[in-house]
């Protein structure tokens, strides 16, 4: 509770009491219209607009607050809480942003990934790795009726590999930053016929720049052309 305090006066520039006042009136139900034209004697002077930006923050912290213990309880019940994880865990400001770090391990029992577990594949996959073994040596004599075949097996050991890759926090963050500097985002125009119709997107037609220099004002025409089919 200090946490989620603290950080409401931070946002809204006020001091701590008041937003322990302002918390305490909405738990008990009064709403900010009450609040804010009788009870300003108890948030010693908090406003209509700051008490509704309060109320607004107060919901999605604590939904993000709550999000944030099962999260951190799932992932010490994985044996996969690092201190490092453990650090962007609660260094993440959005839902958003805390649903992205933990998507990596969120249990997935039905997919591709844990199927080729369970039939044996995750030490042949380690193996593949650590070892630097050729695939195909690795996976001789191993045999499983929903995997008949090399190519099965490869395939089913890529999903593990995928998984693990996804895992590994520096990789991962190596691989934005990279993608942040180097991405191209590109439009072509679908067709010969759209050239018409979507000609108010023609600067577009034939269109590429660097991702981090893109203005925002262009990347929101260009999505709007795709969405109309007429870039591609």
Excluded: C
Excluded at 140 to 165: C, K, N, R, T
Excluded at 191 to 202: D, T
Aim: hydrophobic share 40%; charged share 30%; aromatic share 6%.
């Amino acid at each position: 509770m200090t946490d989620l305090v603290q950080q409401l006066a931070n946002e809204l520039a006020v001091r701590p009491n008041q937003v322990e006042a302002a918390i305490r009136l909405i738990d008990e139900g009064a709403s900010v219209p009450f609040i804010a034209r009788y009870r300003k004697e108890v948030t010693q002077g908090l406003d209509d607009t700051q008490l509704r930006q309060l109320d607004t923050r107060l919901t999605y912290l604590r939904d993000l607050y709550e999000r944030r213990e099962k999260v951190i309880q799932s992932l010490q019940e994985q044996d996969k809480l690092s201190d490092d994880l453990l650090a962007r865990v609660n260094a993440a400001e959005t839902k958003n942003a805390l649903e992205e770090i933990y998507a990596p391990y969120r249990p997935k029992r039905t997919s591709k990934s844990f199927k080729a577990k369970e039939a044996g594949l995750g030490p042949i996959a380690e193996k593949i790795i650590a070892d630097q073994v050729d695939p195909t040596e690795a996976l001789a004599g191993f045999s499983h009726e929903d995997y008949p075949d090399v190519d099965s097996q490869l395939d089913a050991v890529q999903h593990i590999l995928i998984d693990e890759w996804a895992q590994n926090i520096a990789l991962t963050t190596e691989l934005k930053e990279i993608f942040a500097k180097t991405a191209v985002l590109k439009s072509l125009v679908a067709s010969e016929e759209k050239k018409e119709v979507g000609k108010k997107f023609r600067d577009y037609f034939d269109f590429s720049e660097n991702l981090n220099k893109l203005p925002s004002h262009r990347l929101l025409a260009m999505l709007r052309g795709r969405q109309e089919n007429v870039l591609g």
